[in-house]
């Protein structure tokens, strides 16, 4: 069983629609990151949570510690916000530097 | 400031061949982290390094390698070259006692051939 898993592995939306991608983890972490990916490979941290709710724009990130898992919310979905949306992890007192990554969110927006 | 750059942005290689891939970090930033990402296994921790030294080591044999310089650059080698060594390979930066937020480079991506 993978340490982060996500759910789910790809997804289509609408323009427009609320979009809810999850993450869950088996290990005791110190953050976890949002990141997202386009085509061409770039990676951009999008969010990094310890605890709590973090909200930029249109994305909204949640983490609840004791449930192990983290959601991330696009609302008023866009095609811009096409890409793969990655869940990573810092294994808490693991190796520093250390992230654990879900295999990823693959989301299209049609418009 | 500037962000993470990773050279070269592409490169083919041949099987058998070695390879070396830079990354220089953002500038204060003293910790590199390479990852590999392949459509099979996603991605993957290789190595990280602060203050010229690795501190931690991925799963990957021994012909993945690395160093890091005085000014923090990064660069990783590969020998060898498999097929299967075709990837995106990720460099990330951090400050010390913030290894949990990493800034990515754009990545380098090697086609084995």
């Known amino acids: 069983k993978n340490e982060v898993e996500q759910s789910p592995q790809n997804l289509t939306a609408q323009e427009g629609e609320f979009i809810t991608i999850n993450c869950s983890y ?8 949002w990141l997202q990916q386009h085509p061409g490979g770039g990676i951009v941290s999008l969010f990094m949570l310890s605890s709590g709710k973090k909200k930029h724009g249109r994305l909204i990130a949640t983490i609840n510690i004791q449930e192990k898992h983290s959601s991330l919310h696009i ?16 294994n808490y007192g693991g190796s520093q530097g250390n992230l654990i990554f879900g295999k990823g969110t693959k989301l299209s927006v049609k418009p | 400031k500037a962000g993470v750059t990773q050279t070269p942005r592409y490169l083919i290689k041949t099987r058998g061949q070695q390879v070396t891939l830079s990354c220089s970090p953002i500038s204060g930033h003293r910790s590199v982290s390479w990852y590999q990402q392949t459509p099979g296994q996603g991605l993957q921790f290789l190595f990280e390094y602060f ?22 650059r990064s660069e990783m080698n590969v020998s060898t070259l498999e097929l299967g060594d075709s990837a995106l390979y990720l460099c990330a930066s951090s400050l010390r006692g913030k290894e949990y937020e990493q800034y990515f480079g754009p990545g380098t991506r090697l086609t084995v051939t």
Do not use: M, W
């Not at chain 1, 088996?26 to 990151?33: F, P």
């Open chain 1, 75 to 90: 609302t008023a979905s866009h095609p811009r916000d096409s890409a793969v949306y990655i869940c990573a992890v810092l």
């Open chain 2, 51 to 72: 203050s010229e030294t690795q501190r931690n080591k991925g799963n990957f044999p021994g012909r993945f390698s690395g160093r890091q310089f005085s000014n923090s």
């Open chain 1, 26 to 33: 088996s290990v005791g972490i110190s953050a976890l990151h």
